[in-house]
Nanobody, 116 residues
Framework: QVQLVESGGGLVQPGGSLRLSCAAS????????MDWYRQAPGKQRELVAT???????NYADSVKGRFTISRDNTKNTVYLQMTNLKPEDTAVYYC??????????WGKGTPVTVSS
């Protein structure tokens, strides 16, 4: 059974930092590209960051320079380090596992609220 479990969300003040984690099980983690998505209330889910199997990364323009995606294949975990958080970063954050071909998997999300 495949599971992706996000953690690390919470309430943070503007300018603060959080680190999200997504622990995967039931898949050959190193064979999957990993993504972080987010969905704010009333908005569509959007791609935030991607890390390939080879470690290449890509970011949405809105988070470049503030967010860093990384992965630890020994722990089957992908991380999203978020700094200089803004109220517009408030959303539920989801991780997704995508193989080169085949089924993609989603976690259930972790909420992030940026507010003073």
């Amino acid at each position: 059974q495949v599971q992706l479990v996000e953690s690390g969300g919470g309430l943070v003040q503007p300018g603060g930092s959080l680190r999200l984690s997504c622990a995967a099980s039931g898949i050959i983690f190193s064979a999957y590209a990993m993504d972080w998505y987010r969905q704010a209330p009333g908005k569509q889910r959007e791609l935030v960051a991607t890390i390939t199997t080879g470690g290449s990364t890509n970011y949405a323009d809105s988070v470049k320079g503030r967010f860093t995606i990384s992965r630890d294949n020994t722990k089957n975990t992908v991380y999203l380090q978020m700094t200089n958080l803004k109220p517009e970063d408030t959303a539920v954050y989801y991780c997704r596992a995508s193989p080169y071909t085949g089924i993609t998997y989603w976690g259930k999300g972790t909420p992030v609220t940026v507010s003073s």
